[in-house]
């Protein structure tokens, strides 16, 4: 019988269907793995790159050193110190435990080959750790049950001490993999409150990155490039020494010069506390020096103010009473605290001198005046009648002696303050030219001053400041009026200080600014600040006549209370109402010497509190004006500031003198010397020669004062007691002084007379003191005004 013989071609369609059906299946599930392949390799490359790395390195960040921050003479405002991150490994804690385990199960029992140091339990551990660094301990047990992580940070930024603390527990207890004292960087400020809105601060909570201020402007400058160490590490995540190491240099922040000058920043911050206080001002105030003819910010204060080294604590005693009102609330949530708590730290960290606006009042005369003098409207020979008040439109207003003024010199009008003769000042220089001053002045545009917070705005879209077209209208003939005397328009009190810096400095409007200069941490200069004028606004001559009408309002006019005895101070009071009942802001814009301007001051008080609703006077006493409050301050601070400055004092027949040395010396001997020194002299003996003197030699008194001489007796050295001044005329005092061998030293107000009277005296009422003390008394003219608002 016959084989049948395969079918080959069948064979063949079945082998090419398997192979088909092979490749199509092969292809198919090779599909997903191409295309994961793809997602890996192509598309998420660098996702996988970077867990590779992630995987196999350890990156460890190497902190820049921040920039130190300096003011003009070198002293440190801001400055980095190294400090410590306490981090915590669960994960190598518990490594550490079960090597402890394991060397008690291989001891067996010797006691000579037990561990010598404690068994490291979570309890042992978190007990210690809370123990070191002040924290609690159930909140480190909670860190310790993360056993699968390594990284939890116990305490940020702690000090060498409690750093070292923990390096020796670590040793003590074998924590070496569980426990690390990693270094990072602190900001501390020396000066604590000094300058504290200029110079801002650093928020550790955010990589320590500039928050506000200084730290914030110059941030890229002063924070410097991070450094990194890549290190191998093996799959439990152990770092792998000498396996693989690379090193990347941090780069240390730039320094940063101010123009600030300690000293005449805490001068400045010293006298707005002392005002704040004396007067009860509720809103707080500020304080900037200028050089008028750089543009140099020479000091900036503001209050409230705050420690920068704990910016979200409230210092000030107005705002932490208020805290303290909120938080004893039985009404008051946690939410309302919380709420209140911040909006009091942006009240203290704001810079109200440059992110506030307010109207300037009467210390905007000088600005008007100088405009006025300019375009030859006035002179000096004019003169103008004040009755008291004035007509403009449907508006009576006011001056700020109701009475009137009478008929008066442009100097003398400057002097008085007198609101109707600016008005008639403001109508001669027409609302056209006005505006044009306006603009070229500077109140129209930022200064461009390099801080934080200065409003970019258009002000006359925000309302602060009228349009041209609605001020040079028909209906603008009010607003022509008010400005004149400072009223109804809203600048910045760097507008303020910087336009009237050109006003006294020969006409240049100066770009004012804070930075001196940057430089590396190799200490190469890399920008330097150079004085910059924005445009002449008047000239030399109209300066001139400027200062020296301004100077009138110290001597003898609304500003007496800014006399210093020995400097010619020039200036300008204000006193602007608000718009809110019983609220002044009080203040004065001074500049000495009178002749050559190197310092300019504007010192405002917000806000004094009146004794009652209605009331022109504080509880205190204290009539509510730029010339009773702000000028009497400025007294204090011009005098600290020019003998700070070496400002030589010109002479008067008051002026210090040095005691000669008359012992030994004949009666007609020491009366020739003390004559010559302009004293004069009494004598208590009947000697042929001086035994004893009272002062001293060398003693520093003023002149005119008597010297008494011991004629052959011996000086008595009991102490008196120092009498109370306080509310005597400059000529009571000095008499109560002498009653009792004591020696007066006058400052204030230097036109003595009734109205004059002592405020404030530098030894305390009944304290014992040697004969021949000095006691220094200011005085204040109860007749100065720094009138200026539409009621005053």
């Known amino acids: ?38 997602s890996i390799q192509i598309t998420n490359h660098d996702k996988y790159e970077q867990m590779a790395i992630e995987q196999q390195t350890m990156d460890s960040k190497v902190e820049a050193s921040r920039g130190t921050i300096y003011d003009s003479k070198g002293a440190v405002l801001a400055m980095s110190a190294t400090v410590y991150n306490i981090q915590l490994s669960p994960k190598g804690v518990e490594e550490a435990q079960e090597n402890y385990a394991k060397a008690v199960e291989e001891a067996n029992g010797d006691a000579d080959k037990m561990p010598d140091y404690p068994e490291p339990t979570d309890s042992y551990i978190a007990s210690e750790l809370a123990r070191i660094l002040d924290l609690e301990e159930e909140d480190i047990l909670k860190r310790l049950e993360k056993t699968w992580s390594q990284y939890e940070i116990l305490k940020w930024r702690v000090e060498t001490e409690q750093a070292d603390a923990v390096r020796q527990f670590i040793v003590d207890s074998h924590l070496t993999g569980g426990l690390f004292v990693m270094p990072t960087t602190k900001r501390y400020y020396p000066g604590n409150s000094l300058a504290a809105q200029v110079i801002g601060w650093v928020n550790p909570n955010l990589d320590n990155t500039g928050a506000y201020g200084m730290e914030a402007v110059y941030d890229d400058e002063l924070s410097g490039e991070t450094g990194r160490v890549v290190t191998a590490k093996n799959g439990k995540g152990t770092e792998m020494l000498y396996s693989f190491e690379e090193y990347y240099d941090a780069t240390d922040g730039n320094d940063i010069t101010l123009t600030l000058d300690s000293t005449i920043q805490y001068f400045c911050e010293s006298i707005l506390e002392k005002g704040v206080e004396q007067f009860e001002v509720q809103d707080g105030g500020f304080c900037i020096a200028m050089d008028p003819n750089t543009g140099e910010i020479l000091a900036w204060a503001n209050s409230p103010t705050y420690d920068l080294n704990d910016p979200w604590g409230i210092t000030d005693p107005v705002l932490n009473q208020y805290l303290e009102t909120v938080k004893n609330d039985p009404n008051a949530s946690e939410e309302a605290y919380s709420e209140a708590l911040g909006q009091l730290q942006n009240q203290q960290w704001r810079n109200k001198a440059i992110n506030d606006t307010y109207e300037p009042g009467s210390t905007f005369k000088s600005v008007v005046l100088a405009a006025a003098l300019e375009e030859g409207v006035v002179s000096e020979s004019d003169h103008f009648y004040c009755s008291g008040s004035v007509q403009v439109a449907d508006h009576t207003i006011h001056c700020s002696k109701r009475e009137g003024h009478g008929d008066q010199t442009l100097e003398k009008a400057v002097a008085n303050s007198c609101n109707p003769a600016f008005i008639a000042i403001g ?14 002045f500077g109140f129209l545009e930022p200064t461009g001053i390099d801080m934080q917070g200065e409003p970019k705005n258009d002000p006359v879209s925000a309302g602060l400041i009228w349009s041209r077209e609605y001020f040079t209208s028909a209906e603008g003939i009010s607003s022509l009026a008010t400005a004149s005397f400072g009223q109804r328009l809203k600048i910045t009190p760097i507008q303020m200080i ?31 600040t150079e004085p910059t004028e924005v445009r002449q606004v008047v000239s030399e001559q109209t300066s001139e006549r400027c200062r020296s009408i301004l100077e009138k309002v110290v001597d003898g006019g609304t500003g007496k209370n800014a006399a210093v005895e020995g400097y010619r101070i020039g200036g300008k009071t204000g006193s602007s109402e608000t718009g809110e009942t019983d609220h002044t802001i009080v203040s004065f814009l001074g500049f000495a010497p009178a002749d050559d301007p190197q310092v300019v001051i504007l010192l405002a008080y917000d806000n004094p509190k009146p004794a009652f609703p209605g009331a022109n006077t504080t509880a205190g006493g204290w009539y509510i004006s730029g010339g009773n409050m702000a000028a009497l301050m400025a007294s204090e601070l011009l005098e600290n500031i020019l003998d700070y400055m070496g400002v030589e004092k010109t002479y008067s027949a008051t002026a210090d003198t040095l005691v000669p040395n008359l012992a030994g010396t004949t009666l007609a001997d020491a009366t020739s010397k003390l004559q010559k020194a302009n004293l004069t002299l009494r004598t208590v003996g009947d000697g042929e020669t001086v035994t004893g003197q009272i002062p001293a030699a060398g003693a520093s008194i003023p002149g005119g004062s008597e010297v008494v001489l011991y004629m052959g007796t011996e000086v008595p050295t009991d102490q008196v007691q120092v009498p109370n001044l306080i509310g005597l005329t400059a000529e009571q005092a000095k008499q109560k002084l002498s009653s009792v061998g004591l020696y007066l030293k006058a400052s204030g107000a230097t036109e003595y007379g009734s109205s004059v009277v002592a405020y404030e005296q530098s030894i305390a009422a009944g304290t014992s003191v040697d004969r021949g003390t000095i006691v220094e008394v200011r005085f204040t003219d109860s007749t100065a005004s720094g009138g200026g608002g539409t009621g005053l």
């Open 1 to 38: 019988m016959a084989q049948q013989q395969p079918d080959r071609r069948a064979n063949r369609t079945i082998l090419v269907r398997t192979l088909f059906l092979l490749g199509l299946f092969g292809v198919a599930v090779f599909i997903p793995l191409f295309v994961k392949l793809w």
């Open 427 to 440: 109508q001669k220089l027409g609302a056209d030219k006005f505006y044009d001053y306006l603009e070229s």
């Open 498 to 528: 910087t336009a009237a810096s050109a006003v006294i400095n020969g006409g240049h409007l100066m770009k004012p600014y804070v930075v001196s200069q940057i430089t590396d941490p190799d200490g190469n200069v890399i920008q330097h």
